[in-house]
């Protein structure tokens, strides 16, 4: 029974053009190995070399007679090669591990090593057997590989494992299928190059397929990586424009306040040179009480120049500290600030009463100790400077546990306050509140709060009304 009339293999057969679609391919194979060095390449044109000279070399090999023989047989290592290098390449295509890989290995060339073994013995010690069930001893080089190519799809889908998988699977059922309904060897012998070619094509398409999905995928991770590049870029001269912007306002505010330093030591100092010029006259006088008062008057001249050098070093400080951030507890830092702020004032403004100072449980943050201990000792001095004269001076500070993703504290006193035009301007250097001319201080104070909240990355604002009392509302980051 014959499945192709005669006049198919005349001049050419048709196992003749599968071994040029094969030699085609082979060069295909080769020159892709060229461009990407690649292993896997380099075994599948191999294998279609092998392929294009065993089925190129059909008529040669007496495909008419059914038993093992020599005319038959010395193609064979053809067949073994596409077979074991088509197979090799097709494990090296897969995503497999690399120990699964070896062992696998070996499953697809042994093989075809006792294959051409086996096939030589028998022909040695002439034993007649049919030369299909000589080639049933490839079957599990076939076997392993399209089972393992069938696995990988489901780990790397849409790469053409299942069809690969499949393309090879259909050797064995092809060749069983023809050879058990009465086909020649020569029959045979086509219709199991079908598939053989199939499963070249199919690895080359797939191959090419990978490789343009890593391409794209290589696009895709340059596009982002330039995108981050640029998005980087952009926070980096956003940052540098913020921190040039801040630097000026630093120059600005530091000669500012060096004029306004030099101006107020200048007159402190003159005071002293003649205050102390004043008190040695009234000694060589005689006149203790006046050279008592002129002393006096000294020391009084001496804190104010001292208040003016420690808020200059304060101011200095605030700039130019490196920020340690430690896990602090708020509450004990407050009430240490309050003790501080009260201390000073009592020393310099005569308070004579205790403010009631209400700290509430504001918890641990990750913060800058020294730069809390700037905010909570500024902000108390303030509320009980601009309320020595109330009878009942109570500081709050409290913080809101609700917000868990930011720090937010509130500072209220229920002091004289101040109107809404003076919130608006409460916060810039040397700026002081129109009943402040009789306080003490230079109107640095709140101005270096907000900076050292802005060196935390964090905000504050002000509420106030006259005569209702001022609330200070910082928010944090959580570090």
Known sequence: MSFLPESVFQPYSANDLLAIIFLIQAILFGLAYQRTNEKFFANMSVAALMGALAWGTTRMQMPGKPY??????????????????????????????????????????????????????????????????????????????GIAAIAMEKRDPKMGHLFIGLAILSVPV????????????????????????????????ASLLRDRQKLRAEIKQRRSAEEAIELANRSLDRKVQERTTELRGIIQALESFNRNV??????????????????????????????????????????????????????????????????????????????????????????????????????????????????????ITNALKFNTGNTHVTVEIKRDHQQKDILALLIKDNGVGFDSESASHIFEAFNRLPNSSNKPGFGLGLNIVRLAVERLKGHIEVKAAVNEGVIFKITLPVQ
Not at 104 to 129: E, N, R
Not at 324 to 333: A, Y
Not at 335 to 358: V, W
Request: glycine content about 6%.
């Open 262 to 379: 030099s101006h107020d030591l200048r007159g402190p100092l003159g005071g002293i040179d003649m205050l102390a010029y004043t008190a040695r006259k009234h000694l060589e006088l005689g006149n203790f009480n006046s050279t008592s008062e002129a002393l006096q008057q000294i020391n009084d001249q001496v804190r104010e120049s001292q208040t003016t050098i420690n808020t200059m070093l304060l101011l200095a400080r605030t700039y130019g500290k490196e920020i340690e951030i430690t896990p602090l507890n708020l509450t004990e830092i407050a009430r240490n600030a309050a003790r501080e702020a009260f201390m000073s004032l009592s020393y310099g403004t005569q308070l004579q009463q205790m403010p009631e100072i209400d700290i509430g449980d504001l918890g641990y943050f990750n913060s800058d100790a020294s730069l809390f201990r700037i905010i909570f000792v500024n902000l």
């Open 174 to 205: 092809i060749t069983f299928t023809v050879a058990f309904s009465g086909a020649t060897t020569l029959v045979l012998r086509f219709w199991t190059g079908i598939p053989a070619v199939l499963l070249t094509q199919i690895m080359l398409m």
């Open 68 to 145: 093992l023989d020599w005319d038959w047989f010395w193609a064979q290592p053809f067949f073994a090669g596409f077979l074991g290098f088509s197979c090799a390449a097709m494990l090296q295509y897969l995503p497999l591990i690399e120990k699964t890989r070896k062992k696998l290995l070996w499953i697809v060339v042994l093989p075809q090593i006792i294959y051409l073994i086996a096939g030589t013995l028998f022909l040695i010690l002439d034993i007649k057997i049919l030369r299909l069930w000589v080639i049933f001893l490839q079957m599990p080089t076939i076997l392993a590989a």
